[in-house]
């Protein structure tokens, strides 16, 4: 299985795991589809987190908001507690770079990549998130024998100063410095335990 993770060169990481561990393989691979659908549907992510401190909403390409498995190329709308960008109109927008999946005998692993972009409403081409373009979220479910896992893998994460809106530099470096830290820490670890929860979010 090749490395899905992007390396990481500068700014914060994050690595966040939750597994659960089956009776037989075959069980397994029924709960891969399950936690693998858990992933995909970014419109439930609010009812699997028992954190929810952030929103997510799926958008298409050019930013139209959809209710559907996520594909490579949508975007995620971010609402995040406290102000917004001026440049996101109010949000962090990332972008989905891709997702794959690879199924053998042995494990079956699907991650999708996302990393901070401009908001696809409008025409400025300035990052509307608080990390910049450098920054990459990575998620991946995994089956491997008896496990499920989810995971979340941060690389790379460094504030978004580059904007010529100043609200916005000061906004940037403020929610960027307090991810850095790990206050983005309990959303992921909350986001990766639901993916693989066993009895029905609520």
């Known amino acids: 299985m090749k490395n899905q993770i992007p390396q990481q060169q500068e700014g914060?990481?994050?690595?966040?795991?939750?597994?659960?561990?089956?009776?037989?393989?075959e069980e397994a691979k029924a709960f891969y589809q399950i936690a693998k659908n858990r992933l995909l549907n970014v419109s439930c992510w609010a009812e699997i987190c028992k954190v929810p401190l952030s929103t997510f909403t799926?958008?298409?390409?050019?930013?139209?908001?959809?209710?559907?498995?996520?594909?490579a190329d949508d975007y995620l709308k971010i609402n995040i507690p406290g102000?917004?960008?001026?440049?996101?109109?109010?949000?962090?927008?990332?972008r989905i770079e891709k997702i794959e999946e690879e199924i053998t005998p042995?494990?079956?692993?699907?991650?999708?990549?996302?990393?901070p972009?401009?908001?696809p409403t409008q025409q400025d081409p300035e990052i509307a998130h608080f990390f910049n373009q450098q920054a990459t979220s990575t998620f991946l479910v995994k089956q491997s024998g008896n496990t499920v896992y989810a995971e979340e893998h941060g690389r790379n994460e460094v504030p978004n100063t580059d904007t010529s809106n100043i609200t916005d530099k000061i906004r940037n470096t403020l929610v960027g410095w307090t991810a850095k830290i790990g206050l983005s820490y309990?959303?992921?670890?909350?986001?990766?335990k639901g993916i693989v929860e066993t009895t029905p979010a609520r």
Do not use: Y
């Open 83 to 94: 102000p917004g960008t001026h440049t996101g109109d109010g949000f962090d927008w990332v």
């Open 186 to 192: 309990p959303q992921w670890k909350s986001l990766v």
């Open 12 to 25: 914060g990481q994050t690595d966040t795991t939750a597994k659960t561990e089956f009776s037989s393989p």
């Open 117 to 119: 972009a401009a908001n």
């Open 106 to 115: 042995l494990f079956s692993v699907i991650t999708m990549q996302a990393r």
């Open 58 to 71: 799926l958008t298409d390409p050019e930013g139209h908001e959809v209710i559907r498995e996520v594909e």
